[in-house]
């Protein structure tokens, strides 16, 4: 064919040095257990240099002010409040893409998938907090309560990864599930209870965006940068108005269109069109660098994409690998720091690390297990094809990593209060024992799996 002559041989020296260069890394970003391992990166780092000699740049670092804007009309923060206020709130988004697709089409899109890895996220919520609030009922602590309903989904996910490929795909279908129920739960508990006096005119304004974002949506406007420009407007009123800035992310993503403007088939029809005009314009002497024909072909091409892919999807794909290693790293960096001096193991006592370390290690499995059992038993939900109950309890000991969200939290429930150190020691100990005695189950209650599995045809051989 004459596209063949065209083409470019498909020998490894015809790819370009920057790819052979990039390449290695862009495979390892696509790997399940590549954020996790950068999180943990992250939250080492700031654990060595925050107990080095150089532990007051740590603290001097994310103190620095940063002005964005004109006097009266800027917002001026701290370095760690741009990135808990202002880069989490991209974070949110992401999830609230995530809870929104789910929600349309994927696996809570019908009471009879969505049952069990509710009910799982409610175990892994209620029983935490209870437990906490529990061992400091009537203390300062007690606003921490929130702290340990919270699910680490890349550091769970990457933990997941390695344990190794004979994980059921139903098991993993499950924990991502379970987790963007638990981050719908966490946002839920922020606006609820972890918000300052609220400034009803700047609430106000800050509906009528959501009211304005919701018009562009029914309206047909696909657009990024409509939608970018109310969110950054809709993320000001809220951070005025005292409900944390960061649901703005989630508003933002409910108004995000989920449909396309054409379906399967005119996409086909009118694709297969554009790829036939492509052809007959190829020619021996050609270069699509000075064919119109061809160029034309492409840029229809191109639009035709764009109208097939719903903005919510086209989003959620461009800040996933933003999210996962930049994001979330800064979160952990800026939070993980925790002086591990006299003090720190003297906190290993106190209410608040006492209570985050039952709720995270005790409080997750429990719940998950028993709320899963619950509704099962009750014929409100099923296992998923190929997953035991032995399978469901060991992935309900990854619910107790909480870290970046744990963390975030606690910064929410205490700010510069003594009692965030507390919470981070508990947090970083809990994640860190929820993450090996998960991957340790795992990996034993699939090799029970698989020997279970080769058992009988061993059997069935002798007897022939």
Known sequence: MRIAQSGRPSNATSIPLAERLVGPFHRFAQTESASGLVLVACAAVALLW????????????????VAVGSTGWGVSMTLHHWINDGLMAVFFFLVGLEIKRELLVGDLATVRHAALPIAAALGGMIVPATL???????????????????????????????????VPAGLRVLLAALAIVDDLGAVLVIALFYTANIEWEHLIVGAGIVTLLVMCNAAGVRHGAVYALLGVALWLALLHSGIHATIAGVLLAIAVPARTRIDEGEFLLRGREALDEFERACGPATSILTNPAQQDAIARLEELGDQAQAPLVTLEQELRTVVAFVIMPLCALANAGLPLGGQAR?????????????????????????FSWLAVRSRIAALPPGVSWRAVHSLSWLGGIGFTMSLFIAGLAFGASPLVQSAKLGILSSSVIAGIIGWMLLRTSLRRATAGAVAPRADHVAGL
């Open 346 to 370: 003297g906190a290993l006592a106190t209410p608040v690390t006492i209570g985050v370390v039952l709720g995270l290690v005790l409080g997750k499995p429990i719940g998950i297990t028993l």
């Open 132 to 166: 906490y609030a529990v061992i400091n009922h009537g203390t300062a602590a007690s606003r921490g309560w929130g702290i340990p309903m919270a699910t680490d989904i890349a550091f769970a996910l990457g933990v997941l990864a390695l344990v190794g490929p004979g």
């Open 50 to 65: 925050s107990n080095s000699p150089w532990s007051d740049s740590y603290s001097r670092l994310w103190e620095q002010t």
